[in-house]
């Protein structure tokens, strides 16, 4: 115990709200002596004593506190090293701070990096997928035709090579049949490439021709057009596209169908003739429609669950 020097009030030495001269050893409350805790903390944090106003006066080599702030009453050179620490710690928190943005930048590179491959693999299993789904298409046309061939007896007496018919078929797949184009002659300067490119860009697809010809012999009607494509997909394509026509006068009377075999053609020109003999004898709401690649006479009076 012991008596403030400024106020004389008895103090415990030690307590919160005392402080002790580290010169004289007298007690002063924080308060008489014009300090805050806050003073005391940055103090202990500078390793730092204090001494009263009396004792700083004969020493130069101990910071004084008064008010809300820390002054020093010895010369510069006493808070210089001070100031050269704290300027070599923020120069070093600086270098540390580059090597983490270097660090952090290398790392995003890393991963810029994956996610560009990772969108290339993605493309690459984008375009196997179509390849691998026109592939599906193909192999289905193919199992479609051979089920035709083994279910549909031939209606000739000639003995029908059911293999001429497949290979025949298979020939035919790539290609479409396009009726009522006009034939220009040599002196027009439209082309049928030109023709076909009209149709085409109608329907909407930018899919390329190999080859354009026209079928039988010259004559004063237009003859048919015989188009090959790439793949049998491209025909399906084209084939679904091309009820767009029917909406533009221009186009209207164009029709197209698949390249059909000579036996094909017999087949449906055969289910035609029944069609129209069962509808004269009242049968309504009759049909042709084409399941799993075969024309079949159908009630278009069936609803569906």
């Keep these: 115990m012991g008596l403030c020097v400024t106020c004389a009030v008895s103090i415990k030495r030690g307590q919160n709200d005392s402080i002790t001269c580290s010169s004289c050893s007298k007690l002063y409350h924080l308060t008489c002596a014009s300090l805050k805790q806050d003073d005391i903390d940055y103090l202990n944090s500078l390793n730092k004593s204090w001494s009263c106003v009396t004792c700083t006066k004969k020493s130069k080599n101990i910071i004084s506190v008064t008010g809300n702030s820390i ?4 010369s510069l050179s006493t808070t210089e090293p001070d100031l050269k ?8 928190l600086r270098a540390e701070q580059a090597k983490l943005i ?13 996610d560009n491959k990772f969108h290339e693999i993605f493309s690459q299993l984008s ?7 026109v592939l599906r298409n193909d192999l ?14 031939p209606k000739s007496n000639d003995n029908h090579d059911m293999f001429a018919e497949f290979i025949d078929r298979q ?13 220009q002659s040599s002196h027009d300067n439209i082309t049928d490439t030109d023709s076909i490119t009209r149709i085409f860009n109608k329907l909407g697809t930018d899919i390329k021709p190999i080859k354009i010809s ?10 048919p057009l015989k188009i090959e494509l790439q793949a049998a997909s491209e025909v399906f394509k084209i084939l679904g596209l091309s009820r767009n026509l029917k909406s533009d006068q221009n186009f209207k009377d164009i029709r197209l169908t698949s390249d059909k075999s000579p036996y094909q053609r017999e087949f449906l020109r055969d289910l035609r003739n029944q069609l129209s003999a069962r509808i004269s004898k ?8 084409y399941y799993k690649g075969q024309p079949t006479i159908v009630s278009t009076a069936v609803q569906k669950n």
């Design 282 to 289: 009242g049968e309504p709401n009759l049909t042709i429609k």
């Design 140 to 153: 289905t046309d193919i199992k479609n035709r051979v089920d035709l061939l083994e279910s549909a007896a």
């Design 85 to 92: 620490l704290i300027i070599s710690h923020l120069d070093n």
């Design 102 to 114: 270097d660090l952090v930048n290398a790392q995003n590179e890393k991963l810029n990096s994956f």
């Design 71 to 74: 002054q020093p009453l010895t």
């Design 214 to 223: 026209r079928l039988g012999k010259p004559n004063n009607k237009s003859r």
């Design 127 to 133: 375009s196997i997928k179509n390849e691998n789904s």
């Design 171 to 183: 020939n035919r797949s790539k290609n479409i049949i396009i009726f009522n184009v006009h034939e």
